[in-house]
């Protein structure tokens, strides 16, 4: 692992006592996710391939568009196809396209590479930024390896905490709930073209995220650039709002700036185990 690009911090969320967060301009670092001390890997390339400025340029002219779009439970073949499908054509050279689609996969590969999962969540978007979302953290569905991989193309940086600067974990989902309870309550407002209402309640979620009250004083998000690839820590959700101990990573999307095309890629279910003959059963 690339020692000499990294940075360390500790605890995470003040649950845990040896959380970890890399910054790294070595690639195959990001395997290190695996280690239970390992918050997330952020891998920032010394230098972008060429391919990324055209596409970069189309997504934020909105020529290049993916509407959001969620895969909840897909083998890497499903994923190939629709990227063959869906990947729009036209806006950047289908060079580009074929070199994109290469990378989302090796996205998927590197987790397959794990061997904890065959089965994948694919998140995929171009979006402008918007203030829908505050910091959290992601989740998988309970008993699921929590391993997933981002890599935003273009655009703003995604925002992350260092553990050390949160206060610790009940400040954290104290915001979380109130942030959660202020979305909710802002779609309900929409629904009921509540003008007066909405404005009150943008005006709340914008002073909550300037407060970040989970945060130590002082101290500020840093930011996981575009073009980098984050191996990051997803919450289980049957364990988030339990007292289980979490070594999730604390981000956050930018909340203004051009397009962005966003992926993320997760693991859906556990990787099947063969049944030893002692077990009487067959594996499925
Ligand atoms: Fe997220």
């Known amino acids: 692992m690339g020692a000499a690009a990294m940075t360390t911090s500790h605890p995470s969320l003040g649950l845990t006592d040896d959380a970890i967060i890399l910054r790294t301009d070595i690639e195959s ?25 055209e596409l970069s340029a189309s997504v934020e002219a909105s020529w290049f568009q993916i509407p959001r779009t969620q895969l909840p439970s897909a083998a890497r073949g499903d994923i190939e196809t629709w990227l ?25 590969d590197r987790l397959i590479s794990f061997g904890l999962s ?10 402008a930024p918007t203030t829908e979302c505050g910091f959290h953290v992601d989740t998988v569905p309970p008993g699921v390896p929590v391993h997933g991989l981002l890599r935003v ?37 929409r629904a009921d ?3 007066a209402g909405l404005c009150r309640i943008e005006q709340a979620i914008i002073e909550l995220d300037r407060a970040r009250p989970f ?22 959700i049957g364990l ?16 203004e700036g051009r397009p962005r095309l966003v992926v993320n890629v997760s693991p859906a279910e556990r990787a099947h185990r063969p049944a030893r003959r002692s077990e009487g059963r067959t594996a499925h």
């Open 193 to 195: 073209a509540d003008i």
């Open 215 to 236: 945060m130590r004083t002082d101290t500020v998000p840093r930011v996981a650039p575009a073009g980098s690839i984050v191996a990051f820590k997803h919450a289980d």
């Open 84 to 108: 063959d499908i869906n990947l729009p054509r036209g806006a950047v050279a289908e060079a580009v396209v074929e070199l994109l689609k290469a990378d989302i996969l090796g996205l998927v």
């Open 29 to 53: 670092d990001l395997d290190v996710i695996t280690r239970a001390d390992i918050q997330a890997v952020i891998y920032v390339p010394p230098t972008l391939p060429d391919w990324f400025a």
């Open 153 to 189: 193309y273009n655009g703003a940086g995604t925002l992350y905490t260092d553990a050390r600067d949160i206060i610790d974990a009940d400040a954290f989902f104290e915001y979380l709930g109130r942030r959660e309870r202020l979305a909710r309550e802002r779609n309900e407002a």
């Open 240 to 255: 988030l709002w339990s007292n289980t101990p979490l070594n999730a990573w604390v981000h956050c999307s930018p909340m």
């Open 118 to 127: 065959s089965r994948f969540m694919l998140r995929i978007f171009t979006e």
